[in-house]
């Protein structure tokens, strides 16, 4: 969008000092050399500012994200919509603490009562994600490629679902203009990623320093300095493509392969197991719940909670297991399996105690009334190191076993999920009768219980024992054969499996059963 040049801007550009200016981001930033007297009424003769100002008009109801290298020039650009257009945008910029700022993200996320605008400084373009809108406004270009390629990937982000719309205003025959002319014509910025962007700009830095003070846009100069960087981007994209390993790439990324942990990973996405088993989670550990919307909810501490929940924090947090809308909502947390709350609260169940001895009745056909059977769950399991990794060659193995007072094995004709979908409740104070009574039988019941488990034990070592040896000395002969074509392979990565196929006889000798959980059943 090509605009006249105030007057007021060529006087200062077209001065002598000019060429003494300490930051030539200046240039580019013309409002910022009228610091004198009234700082703010660039912003009452710049045309840029009225271009947007219909540009908005233009796209009632979108999402549009204003990037201006300046704090102070933000503020300005945001009080002008204010005063002259009635449009409450949203700021954000390093002089708000990251609280304000993260306010007015949320405020401009906000599809239904939030600002239709966010004018934001540099610093906007640097980590935040804005991919829910599609137009970005550049009202000034930075002198870097790099910084160019930042603010462009707030919008091109993993969840944008359009082309994104770039806009950018400049001032005919300036400083501006010259720099557009040399993104859109040298480097093709504003159509795709240049990764060879700043390794261009190093090249034709003097050259491209002087065209800005020139500030002529079309000269013979600027013309052979965007023929120069057309020839460069060209060759060094050229040299990029040749360095690429293409044995390593497809390596890496082997369709078939990558279709079906894709298929796979879109189908954990989609189940909606997670949420369920955290509603649980948070009933145990007196963590509150309510609905924050259709596919959020709001999870705080309450007056009940045990102890410290883990990644939940005094103020609460508003959780969604929905991927789609985390994305449109920075404010929304996206809640996986492998979320710290998650990871955090199954290894606080599993190192606790809680939860891991129950009293029951059932009623069963086959076995006596009154009979009382013990169910052990115990824990097959290696020595923990980094170095030795048992979880991979031996990951946490369960053996069960149900046993009768009178020595009987019922682990088969009672599996696990029998006897939990047809129990009942007992009473706290009957329980603790029935325990008082039966103490010296369950003792001994547990101890014949591990005994059977213990003859499990041989049968699970043998088979991980000949399945990691399989596994590794597989790995070690790829490699050793790889090496013989590919001297990338490094004799260190052979070494190390070497000394784990070694290991693997200590993590199965070092294995031991613990007892996990107990469940006392009575008959009826």
């Known amino acids: 969008y090509p605009l006249p040049m105030p007057a007021q801007y060529r006087e200062l550009i077209e001065s002598a000092e000019i060429s003494a200016l300490p930051d030539n981001q200046l240039l580019l930033s013309p409002e910022l ?4 007297g009234n700082p703010a009424a660039w912003a009452t003769f710049d045309p840029r500012i009225e271009w947007l100002q219909k540009l908005l008009k233009t796209l009632r109801n979108k999402k549009v994200l204003v990037i201006t290298h300046n704090a102070d020039s933000a503020m300005d650009i945001a009080e002008r919509l204010r005063v002259k257009s009635g449009i409450h945008a949203a700021m954000f910029h390093e002089h708000m603490s990251i609280l304000e700022r993260d306010r007015a993200a949320a ?9 239709p605008v966010l004018v934001c400084s540099e610093i906007g373009s640097e980590g935040r994600n804005f991919q829910f809108a599609h137009h970005l406004v550049l009202f000034d270009l930075p002198l870097n490629p790099d910084l160019l390629e930042q603010r462009i990937g707030r919008l091109d982000r993993i969840g944008q679902t359009e082309t994104i719309q770039i806009h950018v205003p400049y001032l005919e025959n300036s400083p501006q203009a010259v720099m557009f002319r040399w993104y859109h014509e040298g480097i093709a910025a504003f159509e795709q990623t240049c990764p060879a962007g700043h390794n261009i700009a190093t090249q034709v830095e003097s050259m491209l320093i002087d065209a800005l003070h020139q500030g002529e846009e079309q000269s013979e100069e600027l013309d052979s300095l965007i023929a120069t960087t057309q020839t460069l981007h060209a060759a060094l994209n050229e040299a990029l493509q040749q360095g690429r390993d293409r044995l390593l ?3 890496s990324c082997r369709p078939g392969i990558a279709r079906a942990l894709t298929q796979k990973a879109e189908q954990q996405d989609a189940e909606s197991a997670l949420f369920p088993y955290l509603e649980q989670l948070f009933d145990c550990y007196g963590v509150d719940s309510e609905a924050h919307s259709d596919k959020a909810h709001v999870v705080r501490p309450s007056d009940k909670m045990q102890n410290n929940f883990p990644a939940l924090s005094e103020d609460g947090m508003t959780i969604t297991c929905d991927r789609a809308t985390a994305l449109a ?3 929304i947390q996206f809640i996986s399996w492998d ?3 998650v990871t955090g609260a199954i290894d606080m169940v599993l190192s606790s105690e809680l939860g891991n001895s129950s009293i029951t009745t ?3 056909a086959g076995i006596a009334p009154g009979t009382l059977i013990t169910e052990c769950i115990y824990v097959l399991e290696g020595v923990s190191s980094k170095e030795l990794q048992a979880s991979r060659y031996l990951p946490p193995t369960l053996v069960r076993v149900a046993i009768d007072q009178y020595g009987k094995d019922h682990s088969h004709d009672l599996p696990y999920e029998l006897i939990s979908e047809n129990s009942q ?13 039966y103490k010296e039988e369950l003792r001994e019941m547990v101890n014949q219980a591990e005994a059977l488990a213990q003859k499990e034990v041989p049968r699970l070592l043998a088979a991980a024992h000949k399945q990691s040896r399989d596994t590794l000395e597989s790995e070690i002969n790829r490699l050793k054969a790889l090496q013989q074509v590919n001297p990338n392979v490094r004799a260190d990565e052979i070494e190390f499996f070497e000394k784990q196929w070694q290991a693997v006889d200590h993590i199965m000798e070092a294995a031991s059963l613990r007892l996990d959980a107990v469940r006392v059943i009575i008959t009826l």
Request: no cysteine; net charge negative.
């Open 33 to 36: 050399l009228l610091q004198d």
């Open 107 to 115: 405020f401009f996320a906000d599809a239904e009562y939030g600002s």
């Open 249 to 251: 790439e497809y390596n």
């Open 329 to 331: 909502n920075e404010d």
């Open 339 to 341: 979320h710290p709350m």
């Open 362 to 364: 059932l009623k069963q």
């Open 425 to 437: 409740h007992i009473k706290k104070d009957t329980a603790k009768k029935v325990i008082l009574a």
